[in-house]
């Protein structure tokens, strides 16, 4: 298993989602084969963060690894957890559509939650690690 370095930010201050998306991203860039789809991994994370900014406001806790072949991220809080009833959002509704899009784009997403501790979220991205950094690594 091959670690990033984890990010904390506040949830008011949105704007350091920017550069923990970046810094996500050329993480798993470095290893990740061509078909991997880096932009969907942006969009999950900025799904994931403006959801606890929204709903959830305080520390937030974001962590990437590969697993094998495959990344996984972990989003946490300390909110008062998710609905675990999440439905396909109407169209005239002006939210609702984040976990649905991040169910859409992730391989797997799983919500845990924690009464009284917050939610954890872990998804699946649709990222793999390219052959030689998994032959070098020993995977």
């Not at 984890?6 to 704007?15: F, G, K, L, N, Y």
């Not at 810094?23 to 290893?31: E, H, K, N």
């Not at 072949?69 to 946490?76: D, N, R």
Request: charged residues 20%; contains cysteine; proline residues 6%.
């Amino acid at each position: 298993m091959t670690y990033a370095p984890e990010w904390s930010m506040v949830a008011p201050d949105a704007r350091e989602a920017l550069s923990a998306r970046r810094a996500i991203r050329s993480f798993l860039a470095a290893q990740a084969d061509e078909a991997s789809d880096l932009d969907a991994v942006e969009l999950i994370v900025g799904e994931l963060v403006g959801n606890v900014v929204k709903h959830a406001p305080g520390a937030i806790g974001l962590h990437v690894s590969w697993c094998g072949a495959g990344a996984t991220l972990i989003v946490a809080d300390r909110g008062p957890g998710i609905p675990s009833l999440r439905r396909v959002p109407d169209a005239a509704a002006t939210g609702g559509r984040g976990l649905f899009l991040v169910e859409a784009l992730a391989l797997r997403v799983r919500i845990e939650n924690t009464p009284g501790a917050g939610a954890r979220v872990v998804v699946d991205l649709p990222v793999r690690r390219n052959a030689a950094s998994r032959s070098s690594r020993g995977d």
